[in-house]
Nanobody, 118 residues
Framework: QVQLVESGGGLAQPGGSLMLSCVVSGISFNTLHMSWHRQVSGKERELVARISSYGIITYSDSVKGRFTISRDSDKNTAYLQMNSLRLDDTAVYYC????????????WGQGTQVTVSS
């Protein structure tokens, strides 16, 4: 059974930092492209950052220069370091894993709430 378990969400002040973690089990971590998404109630889920199985990284324009995605194969974990947080970063953040072949299933974590407030 594939599981993705996020942690690290919480409350931060504007300009502050948080780091999210996503631990993967039940599947070979090295075969997965990993990504972080976020969703605000009533809006569509949006891609924040992606790191491929071979280390290629992309960011959405809204977080470029502030967030850093990384992965640790020894720990089967993906990370999202969030710096210079803004009020509009408030959302539920989801971890996603997907293998690189057509019709590959998406694996999602349960989500972790990030609230940026003064």
């Amino acid at each position: 059974q594939v599981q993705l378990v996020e942690s690290g969400g919480g409350l931060a002040q504007p300009g502050g930092s948080l780091m999210l973690s996503c631990v993967v089990s039940g599947i070979s971590f090295n075969t997965l492209h990993m990504s972080w998404h976020r969703q605000v109630s009533g809006k569509e889920r949006e891609l924040v950052a992606r790191i491929s199985s071979y280390g290629i990284i992309t960011y959405s324009d809204s977080v470029k220069g502030r967030f850093t995605i990384s992965r640790d194969s020894d720990k089967n974990t993906a990370y999202l370091q969030m710096n210079s947080l803004r009020l509009d970063d408030t959302a539920v953040y989801y971890c996603n894993g997907r293998r690189n072949f057509p019709s590959a299933p998406d694996y999602w974590g349960q989500g972790t709430q990030v609230t940026v407030s003064s």
